[in-house]
T-cell receptor, first 114, second 113 residues
Framework: NAGVTQTPKFRILKIGQSMTLQCTQD?????MYWYRQDPGMGLKLIYY???????DKGEVPNGYNVSRSTTEDFPLRLELAAPSQTSVYFC?????????????FGPGTRLTVL | GDSVTQMEGPVTLSEEAFLTINCTYT??????LFWYVQYPGEGLQLLLK?????DKGSNKGFEATYRKETTSFHLEKGSVQVSDSAVYFC????????????FGTGTSLTVIP
């Protein structure tokens, strides 16, 4: 099992550009999450999904979009990149609700917007 | 709203020293509490958890006791190793649906030989 994989590992964007961060898990988990990690701020939830076709906003969804067409994939879309979106992005998954199930994290994508 | 507060770092210890990382929480009721660890260059991974008051979670020599009287879940280890150098996050689930997590700001630990 590869677990949770994310691509790319690093990316530099110019202001106003768009990109999609890819996330795939091979554990047949129902729940998937996108977090951003800013220095000294811990992790903040951007969006999450409890199953294919179902997504919901987290704490900091503005400027992002997601889709969940399959159980395995949960891409995160940035439409108009802004410097405030410079961060490290983590995708995670769990079999069920995180209060009862361990979350498994990908290695992260470091994004810089200039 | 619900939240966790962690002691600020960074923390630097010598090998075999005793470790305590403080975590207090604000929540309605008695949610499960978690410690996650992030090793350099990696994503987070679950270290331990406690699902009810007075429970003790333990793993890899780390322990944390869920104390409702002091609303705390402090992480401890009796003798740290260089390989324990990482960032440690305290966390609790959001109250209504349990589908979201609130993470603390993280405490960076460096263990020197």
């Amino acid at each position: 099992n590869a677990g949770v994989t994310q691509t790319p590992k690093f990316r530099i964007l110019k202001i106003g550009q768009s990109m999609t961060l890819q996330c795939t898990q091979d554990m047949n988990h129902n729940y998937m999450y996108w977090y951003r990690q800013d220095p000294g701020m811990g992790l903040k939830l951007i969006y999450y999904s409890v199953g294919a076709g179902i997504t919901d906003k987290g704490e900091v969804p503005n400027g992002y979009n997601v889709s969940r067409s399959t159980t395995e994939d949960f891409p995160l879309r940035l439409e108009l990149a802004a410097p405030s979106q410079t961060s490290v992005y983590f995708c995670a998954s769990s079999y069920g609700p995180p209060s009862y199930n361990e979350q498994f994290f990908g290695p992260g994508t470091r994004l810089t917007v200039l | 709203g619900d939240s966790v507060t962690q002691m600020e770092g960074p923390v630097t210890l010598s090998e075999e020293a005793f470790l305590t990382i403080n975590c207090t929480y604000t929540a309605t009721g008695y949610p499960s509490l978690f410690w996650y660890v992030q090793y350099p260059g990696e994503g987070l991974q679950l270290l331990l958890k406690a699902t009810k008051a007075d429970d003790k979670g333990s793993n890899k020599g780390f322990e944390a006791t869920y104390r409702k009287e002091t609303t705390s879940f402090h992480l401890e280890k009796g003798s740290v190793q260089v390989s324990d150098s990482a960032v440690y996050f305290c966390a609790l689930p959001e109250r209504n649906t349990g589908n979201q997590f609130y993470f603390g700001t993280g405490t960076s630990l460096t263990v020197i030989p």
